[in-house]
């Protein structure tokens, strides 16, 4: 079994930094003709894998949406995974989930474990309640070669308000990223099986952490395109972090509408190599 770590190295190897996000708005789907019902998630859903497939390397398909259909939503996200997986794309369920420590993990097992419906690679995950309350998904996550990407410095305008409060470790974020850094540094690889939100819309400084903080660190950014971060500040923003910087693209991607999607994704894709190299 390979590690999330090294898997994620060896994705950014092959196919570069760039993550398509699946976020079937229903502004998007009416763009693109399709109607906002769960097979119209399931079209969605797979024309992005099929533009995705030979062009990126990872894929973020967003729960919230296709949850919205209920059971059938489901259905159809459980399609969209199978297929990008079978495609040989990295999936990170953008899920969101987290609880105490006995609930997490039913979240945890219920996205990372292999042959469960919505198996993914990776999902993202709350650590609210304390780092130490996501620990069972972790130990599932290094026993599977899965991965979990924590919320630590979020790319949204309100983020702050919470994230940068200080107590006795520093702000919010940076006590996260010092228990997800210690996981890391024990699991003695580069790059570990533990990853961090870090919106590239962040003011590093004022949430209380550095860039060398990050070193072992996969990190999940969103925040570029629509919410207003540059693909060629991506250099400035994550510094020496860059290599270990999953670029996070939905709407900017997904307003190409299905015909001009594959370009889209290949010119994002060429920018973005070309940032993370400047
Ligand atoms: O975990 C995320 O992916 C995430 C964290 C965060 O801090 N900000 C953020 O925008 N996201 C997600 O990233 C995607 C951003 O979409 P675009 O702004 O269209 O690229 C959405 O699916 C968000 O839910």
Excluded at 150 to 168: F, H, K, M, Y
Aim: charged share 15%; glycine share 12%.
């Amino acid at each position: 079994m390979t590690a999330f770590g090294q898997r994620l190295s060896d994705v950014f190897a092959a196919s570069g930094q760039l993550c398509v996000g699946i976020d079937p708005h229903p502004y998007l789907m009416s763009e693109w003709g399709i109607a906002d019902t769960p097979d119209g998630l399931r079209e969605f859903g797979l024309r992005v894998v099929e533009a995705a497939v030979g062009r990126v390397g990872i894929l973020k398909p967003q729960v919230a949406f296709f949850e919205r259909h209920g059971s059938a939503g489901f259905a159809a996200l459980e399609t969209v995974f199978a297929a990008a997986r079978s495609g040989g794309l990295l999936v990170i369920a953008d899920a969101k989930r987290g609880d105490v420590g006995s609930t997490v993990e039913a979240y945890g097992r219920a996205w990372l474990t292999p042959g469960s419906p919505l198996e993914a690679d990776a999902m993202t995950i709350s650590a609210f309640q304390g780092v130490g309350s996501i620990g069972a998904p972790r130990d599932l996550a290094l026993a599977t070669g899965k991965g979990l990407f924590v919320l630590a410095a979020t790319s949204n305008p309100e983020s702050a308000s919470i994230q940068t409060a200080r107590g006795d470790a520093g702000t919010v974020t940076a006590t996260i990223l010092s228990g997800i850094r210690d996981w890391n540094t024990a699991e003695g690889a580069p790059l570990g099986s533990v990853g961090a939100v870090i919106g590239a819309t962040v003011d590093f400084e004022s949430f209380g952490f550095d860039d060398a903080s990050l070193a072992v660190i996969p990190v999940l950014a969103p925040g570029l395109g629509h919410q207003g971060a540059s693909f060629s500040d991506l250099r400035r923003i994550y510094g020496s972090a860059t290599p270990n910087v999953v670029v996070s693209a939905s709407r900017i991607i997904l307003s190409a509408g299905p015909s001009g999607l594959a370009a889209a994704i290949t010119a994002q894709a060429d920018e973005v190599a070309k940032a993370v190299q400047s």
